[in-house]
Nanobody
């Protein structure tokens, strides 16, 4: 089992920045692919970013490419999502997830956090 707890969400104006954190506990954190997903009201949950266990591989959704950066600190069992130049359409609940496959698919991730709300005002 891996337990994931997100933090860092909040209300920010368009063009602003936030950094989300996801603290992991339980099973070995370093073996996991870590991902961020988001779900806006009335929409399906969607992939945002993923990072390999070493941090050498990263993948981003096209909608956030160049604005968001995923990183991880295995010594702290924590993964981060730095979000810059935020837009109102980034408003969503952001979820951290852990899995064993390099994927953008929700079904490939085994463990999920409870989510943190990000609201971007125009």
């Amino acid at each position: 089992q891996v337990q994931l707890v997100e933090s860092g969400g909040g209300l920010v104006q368009a063009g602003g920045s936030l950094r989300l954190s996801c603290a992991a506990s339980g099973r070995t954190f370093t073996n996991n692919i870590m991902g961020w997903f988001r779900q806006a009201p009335g929409k399906e949950r969607e992939f945002v970013a993923a990072i390999s266990w070493s941090g050498s591989m990263k993948n981003y959704a096209q909608s956030v490419q160049g604005r968001f950066t995923i990183s991880r600190d295995n010594a702290k069992n924590t993964v981060y999502l730095q979000m810059n130049n935020l837009k109102p359409e980034d408003t969503a609940v952001y979820y951290c997830a852990a899995g064993s496959s390099w994927s953008t698919k929700i079904r490939e991730y085994d463990y999920w956090g409870q989510g943190t709300q990000v609201t971007v005002s125009s």
